[in-house]
């Protein structure tokens, strides 16, 4: 059987978020009944005239045969209209539910059960930085996210809770009685934040390389955090001129300290990751030159690896101005978020782009010294800055909470008793103040200042050229990305935007600080968008991106240490400049196969090293044997990586689980493959070593074997005695649940909202990358969220694919219609001139103005 992650791996804030009884009844009923009222009533209507107030002109929406909406109007605020209509249409608990989350509202619809991540939502307060960055963004920015607002309301007026989707209904039979509220343009915004926060960067890790440095020396955590491999992983771009940056002090903590680091943790843990978070949280994005493919024209590809959930996280659309100009700029298509006008990932026209997470530090931990309404800096007390926030729950009562600042942030340490003793006995510099009853916690976060990255989406979408679109990239401040893009005219290129702190000093951010001594703050500058990294029309006629070192070490300002590895870019890269080399011409048929690309990085390290263990017997010499003629890729039906990844989890297991905590264990993505790949060459390293058995003194062969043995027997327990029925796609299977209501202890409520399993392939920092955790299962937990291949030559030969499908209504025929494409590797056509779209329409609906409108 697949691994089912256990009730107690789910986040806090949907544990216990089960309507028992309530739930069940509404199940029976839908299966006894029918449900066809309940069934039906959410459904949109897709075709004929709907009359809607506020428009200006006539709208077409045209769908094709999975739902996919293209919208065609003559103005600019009537073309952002529909698209709030539309999606609205399709989407709206899912729009609904992510406001409330980037609110910190939740509890108003789920009860005192997530009223602690409520808490830090509001202590942050996304929604507050959202409300001020309305005012910083264009005119025509303003217009586009009200022209929105004001699509989404016309579709919610005049309907019930229950009319607009099935998740009202088991909502308003666990006893909630509820209205949705109009939208607003901050309820976009807002959503902007929660992109922040879960592509944020290091600050998770802060905590953990405190935690580790506890009884180890500053060597033995470096093993665990090993440096990015510039001598074989090749960065996005050159080093530009620079000076080389000194090694960073490392501040030392005590034991209480890191229980209550430990405790951050697990606070922040508790937030929803509405895109995920964590090692398989990344993207593959490349462009290939004209130079080296069929067309003569560039080719560009981009899968952003999110975390794998119900409905998808992208939603497809076109957006086209009849005629474009300059009162109505937009001929788009690509990939967005509901709830979020324009497209963020695509192409128009004349131009296609693609992203991936640079992941940059711009989050920091700052131990602070309270004292009643004042905290310590620079030798004297400061008044904290207080506002109060009113969290309503469901089923009545609210809660009242006092938020608390320091110039570096908010005071994380306040949100709960359980955070309360954040900082206490934490090992400070000499002449440290007295701690009292423990130092504070306070959050710098570069996402808690009003910036309008808002426009630069508009701007990205309207953009003509290179030029226009680095102009654009100017305002995307978070989540900084990658950026790589393509033009008709032949040009390609890459562009690192985004507001990334600089620091005072050597200090690198990455572990806490002293929030007392100036010399600990960030400088008030942030890196020049003139100095950021970026390329035009490189040599080598190709660029890619998917996670790794943006620049060599020697590039002068502080990005991070903490890029992804560099295994899938390298791999990338080797094929690419292979078949270049080869002189073949690529074509959307080569870039959508290498997307695909299954190729284990740690296998032909490893397997050497397992070839070379003495098997006692016939039945455990069966696995190692299919690891003879393996090539190291994995697809569904390979028994050999089904027993290379039982080896993979069990060698972490016995190497790491007896000297780590849990929380620490080894989730097996890039960082642990460079960990062990370094040890394997270390045979006495103190890692392979037991703790547990004080009387024998385990090597690295010693490991290997066991695991190699206890790999077998896993098999044999989960799938069969025989290796022939092995399969690593039986092991790994990809689950796709609601966010919501999908996390319910019930099983038919579960089967009501979600979908899966489905056996895929790939793993983690594969380039086809389904990530898993070790430490838990096998189950996919990140995955391509989409996958898209732009061809500048003819853009009717792109092609693109969402990993689940465009409705959030559960009984659509297009809640999930992509998924099995998706699962066998497979794309469609993505029609971009008007001619083509219409060839593929199923459904017309026309939206007109009303008379009194």
Not at 150 to 171: I, M, P
Not at 270 to 275: N, S, T
Not at 441 to 462: E, I, K, S
Request: include cysteine; hydrophobic fraction near 40%.
């Amino acid at each position: 059987m697949t691994d089912r992650r256990p009730m107690a791996e789910w986040p806090r804030w949907v544990r216990g978020s089960a309507f028992g009884a309530a739930l069940l009844v509404l199940v029976l009923l839908l299966a006894l009944v029918g449900g066809v009222i309940a069934v039906r009533r959410p459904l949109p209507q897709v075709d004929g005239t709907i009359r809607v107030p506020g428009l200006n002109d006539t709208v077409e929406v045209l769908r094709d045969s999975h739902g996919i909406p293209q919208v065609y109007a003559d103005n600019s605020s009537d073309l952002f209209y529909a698209q709030g209509f539309v999606q609205a249409q399709d989407r709206f608990f899912e729009m609904d539910f992510r406001r409330h989350v980037t609110a910190g509202r939740i509890s108003e619809l789920l009860g005192k059960q997530t009223v602690e991540t409520d808490m830090y939502i509001r202590t942050m307060g996304w929604r507050r930085v959202a409300d001020r960055e309305y005012d910083l963004l264009s005119p025509a920015t303003r217009s586009y996210l009200d022209a929105y607002s004001d699509g989404v309301n016309a579709y919610l007026a005049g309907k019930s809770a229950t009319q607009l989707s099935t998740e009202y209904t088991v909502l308003g039979l666990g006893g909630l009685d509820y209205k949705p509220e109009k939208w607003t343009p901050v309820d976009s915004l807002a959503w902007l934040k929660a992109m922040a926060w879960d592509l944020r960067g290091n600050m998770d890790e802060e905590v953990e390389r405190t935690r580790l440095s506890l009884g180890r020396t500053p060597e033995q955590v470096d093993e665990l955090y090993p440096r990015y491999p510039y001598d074989r992983h090749a960065p996005i771009v050159p080093t530009p001129d620079g000076e080389r940056r000194g090694a960073a002090p490392r501040p030392a903590f005590g034991q209480a300290a890191l229980t209550a680091l430990e405790a951050v943790r697990r606070g922040v843990d508790a937030i929803p990751d509405l895109m995920g978070h964590g090692d398989g949280i990344g993207s593959n994005s490349w462009v290939v030159s004209g130079d080296h493919t069929v067309s003569g024209k560039p080719l560009l590809a981009n899968d952003p690896h999110l975390e794998a959930s119900m409905p998808g996280i992208w939603y497809q659309m076109g957006l086209h101005c009849t005629t474009v100009s300059a009162d109505c700029p937009f001929d788009v298509s690509g990939f967005t978020f509901s709830g979020l006008p324009g497209v963020v990932i695509g192409h128009n026209r004349d131009i296609a782009w693609g992203m991936t997470n640079l992941d940059p530090d711009v989050s920091d931990l700052y131990l602070e010294k309270v004292s009643g309404k004042t905290y310590l800096y620079d030798g004297k007390q400061v008044p904290l800055s207080e506002r109060d926030e009113v969290i309503r729950i469901a089923g009545g009562g609210s809660k009242l909470i006092t938020v608390r600042s320091t110039r570096h942030g908010p005071l994380l340490s306040d949100v709960s008793a359980e955070l309360s003793s954040v900082g206490a006995n934490a090992k400070v510099p000499a002449g440290s103040p007295d701690r009292g009853n423990g130092y504070a916690v306070a959050l710098a976060w570069t996402a808690l200042t009003p910036r309008p990255t808002a426009d630069a989406l508009f701007g990205f979408d309207a953009a003509t050229n290179w030029s226009e679109f680095r102009e654009a990239a100017r305002s995307f401040a978070v989540p900084s990305q990658n950026l790589v893009y393509a033009d008709t005219a032949g040009n390609i290129g890459y562009q690192a935007p985004g507001v990334v702190p600089i620091r005072k000093g050597n200090r690198d951010g990455d572990y806490p600080a002293a929030g007392w001594l100036p010399q600990n703050d960030w400088s008030g500058r942030y890196v020049p968008f003139d100095s950021l990294p970026n390329v035009l029309n490189p040599a080598e006629g190709f660029i890619v991106t998917a996670n790794q070192a943006v620049t060599g070490p020697d590039y002068r300002w502080h990005l991070t240490d903490s890029f992804d590895q560099g295994y899938r870019s390298q791999r990338i890269r080797d094929l690419l400049a292979a078949d270049i080399e080869d002189g073949k011409r690529l074509d959307v048929a080569d870039m959508a196969q290498l997307q695909l690309d299954t190729r284990n990085p740690i296998a032909p390290v490893l397997v050497p090293y397992l070839m070379r263990q003495l098997m006692t017997s016939e039945y455990y010499s069966e696995g190692q044997r299919l690891l003879v003629d393996w090539d190291y890729t994995q697809p569904a039906d390979s028994a050999a990586a089904a027993y290379f990844n039982a080896v993979w989890s069990n060698l972490l297991r016995l190497t790491f689980h007896d000297q780590l905590p849990e929380s620490l264990w080894p989730d097996g993505g890039h960082r642990w493959i460079a960990v062990v790949g370094n040890l394997l060459r270390q045979p006495n390293s103190q890692w392979w070593d037991d703790a547990t058995t004080e009387s024998v003194v385990e090597d690295r062969d010693l490991i290997l074997s066991e695991a190699m043995r206890d790999a077998r027997d896993e098999l044999t327990r989960r799938i069969s005695v025989s290796p022939t029925k092995w399969t690593w796609g039986h092991l790994h299977g990809l689950h796709l649940d609601n966010q919501s209501l999908g996390q319910s202890d019930i099983g038919l409520v579960r089967a009501l909202f979600n979908r899966g399993p489905y056996d895929v392939g790939g793993g983690s920092s594969i380039v086809d990358a389904t990530s898993w955790n070790a430490a838990i299962g096998y189950d996919v937990d990140s995955a391509p969220s989409m996958r898209m291949v732009v061809d500048l030559d003819d853009l009717e030969r792109s092609r693109w694919i969402n990993l689940t499908g465009e409705s959030g209504h559960i009984f659509s025929g297009h809640y999930r219609d992509q998924t099995p494409l998706w699962v066998d590797g497979k794309t469609l056509p993505w029609p971009f001139a008007r001619d083509e779209v219409t060839k593929a329409t199923d459904d017309r609906l026309v939206l007109e103005p009303s008379e009194d409108g």
